[in-house]
Nanobody
């Protein structure tokens, strides 16, 4: 199983970004894909997750949005839309695939991780 995150970059505050995560190598559709982020010097925070089969979405409570998670089954891709970017959104954003079919909010709920994509928001 491989996850490839992309779409990060340098953007001005107030603008939007859409991150992508391409998932490959999994034969079953009973899993979830989550997005986390890690700011410099901090731990990894859960943002949102989506179940692949049903498309159910779940958002974390500790990270303020607005964030929107979605998926395109035909492209094996999960998206994270980040609107109204703020400098505090600067972080490395990771996508991950769950161990089972449940979309958890803890890092231990996820088995496979992408390499991360850097988002830098300038004021």
């Amino acid at each position: 199983v491989q996850l490839q995150a992309s779409g990060g970059g340098v953007e001005q505050a107030g603008k939007s970004l859409r991150l992508s995560c391409v998932v490959s190598g999994r034969s079953s559709s009973s899993y979830a894909v989550g997005w986390f982020r890690q700011a410099p010097g901090k731990g990894r925070d859960f943002i949102a997750a989506i179940t692949w089969k049903a498309g159910g979405t779940y958002y974390g409570n500790s990270v303020k949005g607005p964030f929107t998670i979605s998926r395109d089954s035909a492209k094996n891709t999960v998206y994270l839309q980040i609107d109204s970017l703020k400098p505090e959104d600067t972080a490395v954003y990771y996508c991950a695939q769950s161990r089972g079919g449940v979309a958890g909010a803890d890092e231990s709920d996820y088995e496979y991780w992408g390499q991360g994509t850097q988002v830098t928001v300038s004021s």
